[in-house]
């Protein structure tokens, strides 16, 4: 068993009164001996509470409060197997709110879980930031068993596509067993739906066994309503802000250093005692903290000393719509020091130009030039005015380099929140798949995946629940159709609670066998081969990057540069064939791939093997993409 250093220095620093040792680095319930456990709970709206235990062996002992609000008991002969409550003001049993397991549901005890595992990453130091290709999955829909366990087998086949990093979605316990994750309401939990915390160290035991890093997305912005209890044992929430999912996160009020300590030991949790690689934290723009050091800010520091302490690679990645560096900029020159974040603007602008689709957030969106200007910059709006938002939007990102940007042409939440949860697949021809994937791969950017994406799986991807109070659930159901209202989409929305609804949603793998599946997929391996081997595509220097458009045409003309190797990228998103003005060539420039080519079930091309400035004129196939190379091809 493995208690680390980072807990105990968090807990002297933020949570315990001056001079005052609990000898107690975590919140929750804690083995200390073959059958000694210790308990913390933070409760400060409470006079008394009582530790609660119902089997094997029913129990009550009470606590002993300190003057900040923490509660705490050792206790000896406890069996392994026992699930407990607290008990508040001698009233109401809830269960522990740092809970690591659930066996019961949301509304159950509370079960002790033991922190030692069998692993045998040891030479496991994790990836470099700009070594990330990420796939996003979510465990559920993932196979048809949907546990951590069914991964397994999946493992070795991202490994040789050339994926580096799962991403998972959230996995902490929610109501029920079908949920996205994002209703979780206890964050140290992992959810008995997927197979609980020993099904996820073997998940990630095996990641990285083959070589993958582990990402896993947690939620910091809200908790989900039902069988969150949470606002019973203190102020974790605040009514000063709102947020679209729920009651906002009390970051910066009376008592946040203490809310703040809950969430960065979860973090530590998942990174230490887990061995996750990175997180994704969930819509940051949605944590309202106003402090001169605010919970993002504390954060990134204490996993930068983690990651000191433990001589791994260990990355924060924010996903948020703001457009602001301020996210990743540095801590010592004003920012939060997260490590990277998502950019809507380069999904926006992507699929609005091959879906034609102006609707809600995409009326922002649909010019080549925007495409041109996120490929170049990693944001379209920073600074300017947005006609969708009635406001400014952004900031310049013009100091951030490649590799502090996440970007995709499809992820759970655009399938997902779409009325019919369509892929790309759904909406878009072969060629047109073909040349979002370069779009993306080819990138000075970290690309992520959505699972099934690099073979067109043509299953939808839908939102699903299993909430027991049947007010919530059409509550789901109404809040659903109201946010689909600002699109034009037609047809009927899946009901959420519905079984089906998930067994909808399943990757059905045997696809990738199949053509043009298999064409699809190989050619998702092409990119990413020549994404690892070509330094120009390698480099990450934005600076190197430099992209345009060509007047009346819907071609994007993209050149990027590593010391003496270069790279041509030519992107058609028009319907018909574009010929590239000769000006671009110059020298002879050597093909290296063509979208179009048969041997990736297209139309076929007329391209030369080497074209120059004096080549006979030749076109660009409709909706296709075309890289050249010059330089040492050594």
């Not at 990420?134 to 994926?163: N, P, V």
């Not at 957030?361 to 170049?376: C, M, N, R, T, V």
């Amino acid at each position: 068993m493995r208690l680390d250093r980072g807990y105990e220095k968090l807990a002297r620093r933020t949570s315990l009164s001056e001079g005052e040792d609990l000898s107690r680095p975590r919140l929750g319930c804690v083995k200390t001996g073959d059958s000694d456990f210790e308990f913390l709970v933070w409760a400060p709206f409470l006079d008394s509470v009582d530790l609660h235990c119902v089997s094997p062996q029913e129990l009550l002992v009470p606590l002993t409060r300190n003057e900040r609000g923490y509660f705490h008991a050792r206790v000896p002969n406890v069996p392994s197997e026992t699930r407990y409550f607290y008990r508040l003001d001698g009233k109401v049993d809830r269960p522990d709110p740092a809970s690591r397991l659930q066996l019961e549901g949301v509304h159950g005890p509370s079960s002790f879980v033991g922190t030692d595992f069998a692993w045998s990453d040891q030479d496991w130091s994790g990836l470099q930031q700009e070594n990330y290709i990420f796939y996003e999955i979510h465990i559920g829909a993932y196979t048809q068993g949907g546990t951590f366990d069914d991964i397994h087998e999946h493992l070795r086949g991202l490994k040789q596509l050339g994926i580096t990093a799962l991403e998972i979605m959230p996995v902490a316990q929610c109501p029920g067993t079908r949920n996205w994750g994002y209703d979780g309401v206890y964050p140290f939990a992992v959810s008995t739906a997927y197979g609980g915390p020993h099904g996820l160290k073997r998940l990630v035991n095996a990641s990285h066994e083959v070589g993958l890093a582990v990402v896993l997305d947690v939620v910091y912005n809200h908790l989900g309503p039902e069988g969150n209890y949470l606002s019973q044992f203190g102020p974790y929430f605040t009514d000063r802000y709102h947020t679209p999912w729920g009651e906002a996160i009390n970051f910066d009020g009376p008592q946040s250093d203490e809310v703040v300590r809950y969430f960065v030991e979860n973090a530590l949790q998942w990174l230490d005692e887990f061995h996750i690689d990175a997180l994704r934290l969930d819509a940051v723009h949605g944590i309202v903290d106003r402090n001169a050091q605010p919970f993002l800010f504390i954060l990134s520091q204490e996993v930068e000393a983690l990651a000191r302490r433990t001589g791994r690679n260990i990355h924060l990645i924010a996903e948020s719509d703001a457009n602001d560096p301020r996210y990743v900029n540095a801590r010592s020159s004003g920012g939060l020091g997260l490590d990277a974040q998502w950019s809507d603007d380069f999904h926006h602008a992507l699929h609005s130009l091959q879906t034609g689709e102006r609707d809600g957030y995409y009326a922002d969106f649909g010019q080549p030039i925007q495409l041109a200007k996120a490929f170049s910059s990693g944001f379209v709006f920073d600074g300017q005015y947005s006609a969708y938002r009635e406001r400014r939007q952004g900031s310049s990102p013009r100091d951030l380099q490649g590799q502090q940007f996440v970007i995709c042409s499809q992820n759970h939440d655009q399938v997902g929140n779409r009325m019919l949860g369509e892929r790309s697949s759904a909406l878009l021809g072969l060629e047109a798949l073909k040349l979002s994937a370069a779009t993306v791969l080819l990138s000075p950017y970290l690309p992520l995946l959505f699972m099934g994406e690099e073979f067109g799986e043509t299953a939808p991807f839908l939102y699903f629940t299993s909430h027991t109070d049947p007010d919530l659930a059409e509550a789901v159901r109404r809040g659903r159709r109201e946010e689909f209202a600002a699109f034009s989409w037609r047809g009927e929305a899946s009901d959420p609670q519905s079984e089906q609804t998930l067994e909808q949603s399943k990757v059905k793998h045997t696809l990738a066998t199949q053509e043009p599946h298999r064409s699809l997929r190989a050619f998702y391996q092409e990119l990413i081969r020549l994404r690892k081997v070509v330094p120009a595509l390698r480099n990450l220097n934005k600076k190197h990057v430099d992209a345009s458009t060509t007047e009346g045409t819907r071609l994007l003309l993209i050149r990027r540069w590593h010391d003496s190797d270069q790279v041509l990228l030519l992107l058609n998103f028009a319907d018909t064939s574009v010929t590239p003005p000769r000006a671009i060539f110059g020298e002879a420039w050597t093909k290296v791939l063509d979208s179009a080519d048969t041997k990736w079930q297209g139309p076929g091309t007329a391209i030369p093997p080497v074209v120059d400035a004096h080549s006979e004129e030749w076109a660009l196939a409709p909706r296709s993409a075309c890289v050249f190379r010059r330089g040492d091809q050594t």
